[in-house]
């Protein structure tokens, strides 16, 4: 009876392991090369933030020159549904959340669910190009704690 439990047990930790190694083991140059470009569009890291990308995180790095660490960049086209740290133009967002991912320098920094303006969308600022048609109070939209407006937006 025992033995039979040990012998299940060994057998899946065997399986994990090899089903952990597989998925550890690089992918091989037979990627198609449009997958290889939409991989390399979704976000990569940077010492800078290129115009017309977003960040979603952070980290130190002494890669990036000078004496001491410097903050490293994970920057990616803002999207739709895009959890990222700045809001870009032509977005507006739904959603905040405090977080360290976004930190440049120690603490905790907001970070932002990036939408696409619609009508019917409730969205915590109103873009250029829309007015609103309701309005809530809630906590979704806070950068700072507390209630903030959310607007139920309309394209005019």
């Not at 669910?113 to 915590?124: D, E, F, Q, V």
């Amino acid at each position: 009876m025992i033995r039979s439990k040990l012998r299940t047990l060994l057998l899946g930790g065997g399986s994990a392991a090899v089903m952990l190694a597989t998925a550890l083991v690089p992918a091989t140059a037979s990627a198609s090369p449009a997958a290889q470009a939409t991989a390399a569009a979704a976000g990569f890291w940077s010492c800078t933030v290129p115009p017309g990308y977003t960040y979603s995180s952070t980290t130190n790095t002494l890669n990036c020159g000078g004496s001491g660490f410097r903050t490293y960049y994970f920057v990616q086209p803002p999207s739709d549904g895009l959890w990222a740290c700045t809001v870009s133009d032509g977005f507006t967002y739904s959603s905040t959340q405090n977080t360290l991912d976004c930190s440049t320098g120690g603490g905790f920094r907001t970070k932002y669910l990036l939408r696409t303006p619609k009508t019917g969308l409730w969205a915590c600022t109103v873009p250029s190009g829309f007015t609103y048609t309701s309005t809530q109070s809630t906590l979704d939209c806070s950068t700072s704690g507390g209630f903030r407006t959310k607007y139920l937006l309309r394209a005019f």
